[in-house]
C-alpha cells in the first residue's frame, strides 16, 4: 500500500528539493503541496493523507496550523522539517502534534526514513534533534503523554520575573521576600513554570532566561 504525503512549505527551493527525494521511492505518493495554511487545511480535507511533511517554522505556517490540521484529518500523522529549531519551536511543535521531527540538512535517506517510520505508526527523531532536545533539557515523553492542548506556551510578568531572580542564584525564600510572596508559592510558580516550559532543571532556566533577555549573561562572567 502506498504512502499518501502531503508536502507544506513556503519554500519553492524546499518543495522542489522533497520532491526529488521521494520522486524514486516506491511506497511513496505525494498527492500535494501546500504553500500556506488555507492550502494545506483544504488539502488535508480533500485528499487525507498519511503524512504531512512540514516546516512549521516558515512565514505563515506555525505549531497552530499543526494543531488545527490534527483536529481536521485524525488520521493524518505530522512530521515536522525545520532548519535549527529554537527552544520554543520544538516545544511548540511537540505539544501541537508532530509525530517525528527531522532538520532540513538531514540526509536523503534519513528524511525518508522519518516519513516511512511515521506513516508505519512509530516516531522518529533524527540525531541532530534528538541532541537539541537534550541541549533544550525539553522532556518529551511527557510532553507527547501529556493531552494536546490547543494553549500556545505563554510565560506571565510575574513567571518571568521569577525566572530571572532563580537565574540569577536567589533562594526562594530570598525571592518571596521580593515579591512578598510566600516561599511555597515561590516553589509552586517555579514547577508551573517549568512545565509550561517542558523543562526539568534549573540549569534549562537559567538558559531560558539568558536567550530572552530575562537575565544579563555578563552575570555569569568572572575572573579567575
Do not use: W
Amino acid at each position: 500500500m502506498s504512502i499518501r504525503i502531503l508536502l507544506a512549505d513556503n519554500s519553492e527551493l524546499a518543495l522542489i528539493g522533497l520532491r526529488s527525494v521521494f520522486a524514486d521511492v516506491a511506497r511513496v505518493e505525494i498527492v500535494g503541496e501546500a504553500r500556506d495554511p488555507i492550502e494545506l487545511q483544504a488539502l488535508l480535507v480533500r485528499e487525507k493523507p498519511d503524512v504531512v511533511l512540514i516546516d512549521h517554522t516558515a512565514k505563515g505556517f506555525g505549531a497552530d496550523v499543526i494543531r488545527d490540521g490534527v483536529r481536521r484529518s485524525k488520521r493524518t500523522r505530522f512530521v515536522a522539517i525545520t532548519p535549527d529549531p529554537s527552544r520554543l519551536a520544538l516545544l511548540s511543535a511537540l505539544r501541537g502534534g508532530v509525530t517525528s521531527y527531522i532538520k532540513k540538512d538531514c540526509g536523503v535517506q534519513e528524511i525518508i526514513d522519518a516519513v516511512l517510520e511515521t506513516a508505519d505508526g512509530k516516531k522518529f527523531f533524527c540525531g541532530q534533534i534528538i541532541e537539541a532536545i537534550e541541549r533544550a533539557s525539553i522532556d518529551v515523553k511527557k510532553i507527547i503523554d501529556d493531552p494536546l492542548s490547543c494553549a500556545p506556551v505563554v510565560i506571565t510578568d510575574r513567571e518571568a520575573e521569577i525566572i530571572g531572580l532563580i537565574a540569577e542564584g536567589c533562594s526562594y525564600t530570598r525571592i518571596a521576600g521580593r515579591l512578598n510572596l510566600s516561599a511555597h508559592t515561590i516553589t509552586t510558580h517555579r514547577k508551573k513554570i517549568m512545565y509550561k516550559l517542558g523543562v526539568n532543571s534549573t540549569a534549562a532556566l537559567v538558559l531560558y532566561a539568558v536567550k530572552n533577555g530575562l537575565v544579563s549573561p555578563n552575570k555569569f562572567l568572572f575572573n579567575i
